[in-house]
């Protein structure tokens, strides 16, 4: 047990079938639990075992309901990529659970029902571009959803780029070759599509 005073000592704790989980405890930090404590919401947050100050790919994580209930067990995924689920959110899955060479990283919602695989791009998941990201179906095809989880233009694609300016290039057949450590889509049947997925105009 830490001693009376020390840091440790004053560090909140949540204890949810006999394991104990510390929150971060700074002004900020204080602030941001107690916000979002308050709230009303059903927002879920990450967590880590007693004395863990740390969160990364292989350490133990799980999440909780504001209650400070279990949704989540810690140490179910490999890595809980999101910090706080508010509709959904990224956990990477461990090799035991993977089903197909496109499930490294998974979206769930806030019961732990899969959504769709994550497009892998510069080490994570792929960035919102115009408010949409790419995402990966099991056998690997390509297609959009929004910030809010949800499945905008269903997978179909075998490349696709970002959206810019309210458009993407796509192709339903492309491979893909590589050049020294980059690795590049080449088609000869490219095409644009609209935020709806529908064909605008072919190249």
């Not at 990966?136 to 989880?149: N, V």
Request: proline fraction near 5%.
């Amino acid at each position: 047990m830490a001693p009376k005073g020390s840091a440790a000592h004053h560090r909140p704790v949540i204890r949810h079938c006999g394991l104990r989980l510390w929150v971060r405890r700074g002004a900020a930090g204080l602030l941001c639990w107690l916000a979002w404590n308050c709230a009303g919401t059903n927002y879920l947050l990450r967590v880590s075992p007693a004395g863990c100050e740390t969160s990364g790919p292989g350490i133990a994580s799980g999440y909780i309901d504001r209650r400070g209930d279990t949704v989540i067990p810690v140490g179910k995924y490999w890595y809980c990529e999101s910090d706080t689920i508010r509709e959904w959110g990224f956990v990477w899955l461990r090799p035991e659970q993977r089903e197909n060479r496109y499930d490294l990283c998974i979206a769930i919602d806030r019961k732990d029902r899969k959504l769709f695989n994550a497009y892998w791009f510069d080490n994570g998941p792929d960035y919102p571009s115009e408010g949409l990201f790419r995402i990966r179906d099991d056998r690997g095809r390509i297609g959009y959803a929004d910030t809010t989880g949800r499945i905008v233009i269903r997978p179909r694609f075998r490349a696709a780029y970002p959206f810019r300016g309210g458009q993407a290039e796509v192709a339903l057949r492309a491979w893909e070759q590589r050049d020294g450590e980059y690795t590049y889509w080449q088609s000869d049947r490219w095409f644009l599509i609209d935020r709806k997925g529908r064909k605008i105009g072919q190249e």
